[in-house]
Every structure is written in C-alpha cells, then in structure tokens.
C-alpha cells in the first residue's frame, strides 16, 4: 500500500522569496515519486520526477525537489517565487518506476503576495 | 497543452441518470488513466487501459466502467448516479502499459443534481 501526505494544505509567500512544500510518503515498493502543479482551468503538469537516480531532482520553472529515505520525504522548493507560481501542487507516489497508477496528495495550494 | 483533449468541460446530471465522458488521447499513447478529483481534494486513480483491456482499478464501485478504442480514444461511463459523483474528471495519456510521463487533459466537471 502506498500514501502520501502533504503537510500543508495552503502556502502564502511573497515574490522572490523561497518557496517549501513539504511531502511525506508511504510506500511497501522502491517508490516513484513526482510533483505536478495544477492551475486554475488547465490540466495536471507535471514538475518533476524522482525515479532513484539522484536524490536531488531538478524540474521545470525552477523548481526542485530532494528525496530522502531515511525521512520519506520529498520536499518541493524554489530560490524564488514568481506571481505564475500561484496554483494547486500535488505530491505523487507510484510503485512502477514509469508512473503508473498514481496516488496523489491531498494538494498544497500556493499563494505568492506581490 | 499536452493534447489530451476531453469532452464536454461541463455536464450536470440527475441522480441516478447516466453519463459517459469522453477523452482523446495524445498521439501514439496506448495507455488511458481515468481520476476522479473531488473539490478541494487530489485526484483518486478510478482505472487504466492498456491496448483495449483494463490494466488496474482503484477502489471504485463496478458502476464505474469504461472502454479504450483501436484509436486510443476512451470512454468512462458511471451508471446510477449519486451525489458524490460530483467531481472533475481527469484522464491520462501515456505510452507503455508499464507506464510512461502521464499526460492530463483538462477535465470534465460533472455535477450531480
């Protein structure tokens, strides 16, 4: 059985301060891991993906995120938001190595104060 | 745009009616996810098809079925509708059975009335 928690349901930030988006996971396999953003009318996107290569995983717009088995965490972070930062992100687990059959979190939403 | 498309954006149903909603699935992908994302929640895996053939469930009612044609093109249809139906409905593209980057299309809001 897999799950996955997200810490916390809203996060307010300024612009071009740090963003964290915490995520813990459960998972009996070698897990995959992921981080998708989801803005207001458009489809699921993915950020980036951890699929044991390296601990550190560099995504899109920035963003990055650091797998650490000893926490079973998977935090989300960025140096510096943007006002397009602004949407719903969902920490993602699978047990296939591909992705498949995802179990999502239930959802951090992101709001960046100009 | 990821070119997953879904059909219609909106639908408001009575309960215990019918309803089938419709996906295209990017060029090439022989894999369809279906979710179910209630308000204010993450999306909950309903079923994948893989080549035609369901391929995995989640823990939906068998009221919850669907169809992937030759095409790639998909179905999800939900019998007796209830209440909690309410939700956007979300699938996924991908390339292998065993998976692949999903691709999401930007969903069908169905409203159960």
């Known amino acids: 059985a897999q799950s996955v928690t997200q810490l916390d349901s809203h996060v307010s930030v300024s612009e071009g301060t740090p963003v964290l988006l915490r995520c813990n996971y459960s998972s009996s396999y070698s897990p995959s891991l992921f981080w998708y953003v989801q803005h207001p009318n458009k489809g699921l996107q993915l950020l980036l993906k951890y699929t044991s290569a390296a601990t550190l995983v560099k995504g899109i717009n920035g963003f990055e995120a650091e797998f650490k088995k000893s926490e079973t965490s998977f935090h989300l972070t960025k140096p510096s938001a943007h006002m397009s930062d602004a949407a719903e992100y969902f920490c993602v687990v699978s047990p296939y190595d591909a992705g498949n059959m995802l179990t999502f979190g239930g959802g951090t939403r992101l709001m960046v104060k100009p | 745009e990821t070119g997953v498309t879904q059909s219609p954006t909106h639908l408001i149903k009575t309960r215990g009616q019918q309803v089938t909603l419709r996906c295209s699935s990017q060029?090439?992908?022989?894999?369809v996810s279906w979710y179910q994302q209630a308000l204010g929640q993450g999306p909950q895996f309903i079923f994948q098809y893989y080549r035609e053939e369901e391929n995995g469930r989640g823990n939906f009612p068998p009221r919850f079925s669907g169809l992937q044609f030759p095409n790639y093109s998909s179905e999800l249809n939900v019998n007796a509708l209830e209440l909690d139906d309410s939700a956007l409905y979300l699938c996924a593209s991908s390339l292998e059975g065993e998976g692949d980057e999903q691709f999401f299309g930007p969903g069908t809001r169905l409203t159960v009335l």
């Open positions: 060029s090439g992908h022989n894999t």
